[in-house]
């Protein structure tokens, strides 16, 4: 079993890199992958733990790219965690997230809502800040009853808090990707908002411009979507890739490993995965 989508304290999730792997190697994982937004910040770490534990650690990323109706989110595997092009994208991208934060926290301010920017980099303990950070804050003050409250109140897209980010083309991320010796995955395709007679013929899009998987096997798919999702995948030339989207307390309802209790990704994933490298960062 290996789980290649998780999050940790490192963007928006609660957990530390060092705990994620602890987790994965409780839940039976062979691999795990670090996927924080926009950020390889945790993954010196989470390779220490991993190593001491004996389980491996695929360093990833996750990138929010431009897209309608919904949204398209990209996880890259092999990122090198320092240097090189995809890095300096990630760096521009970190920027603007931080512009982001700083709008936000003046929308709800006036918004009358009780929270300020110093609160959410408190809650997100210095480092990344994301939307759980503020959904927390909001929770604590009594604002509503729990983050899924202040996603669909506040902080949703379409919601008055919200505030966008800059998002980079998908073409450009699976180029930058593959340049830096990474390979490219659609995140929870479900969220592009597609019916099910147009997503396969974005998926084929996508497999033409170099996306190297699809994640089917996603912590919230029921199997059959799953099934469906990977039959798909197969049919277009692409991995059928899977994992949890463990985010800790702000997403409870997901495990590593497990997600909502059944998720089983299988381990040639990985070997997949990394035969579509660049040969010459394979091995």
Known sequence: MIDLHSHSDVSDGS???????ELAADAGCSTVALTDHDTTGGLDRAGARAASLGIRLVPGCEVSCAYEPGTMHVLCYFVPTSGGLLQEELARLRDDRDRRNEEMARTLAHLGLPVTYEEVVAEAGGLGVGRPHFASVLVRKGVVSSVEEAFGSYLGKGAPGYVSKARVEVASVVDLARRSGAVAVLAHPLSLGLSPAGLEPELRRLAELGLAGVEC???RYDPATRADLAAAARRCGLVATGGSDFHGSYKPDLSVGTGTGDLAVPDEVVAELES????????
Not at 276 to 283: D, E, I, K, Q, S
């Open 15 to 21: 957990e530390s890199p060092e705990r994620v792997v």
């Open 217 to 219: 096997h996603y912590g």
């Open 276 to 283: 579509l490298r660049p040969a010459a960062h394979r091995g």
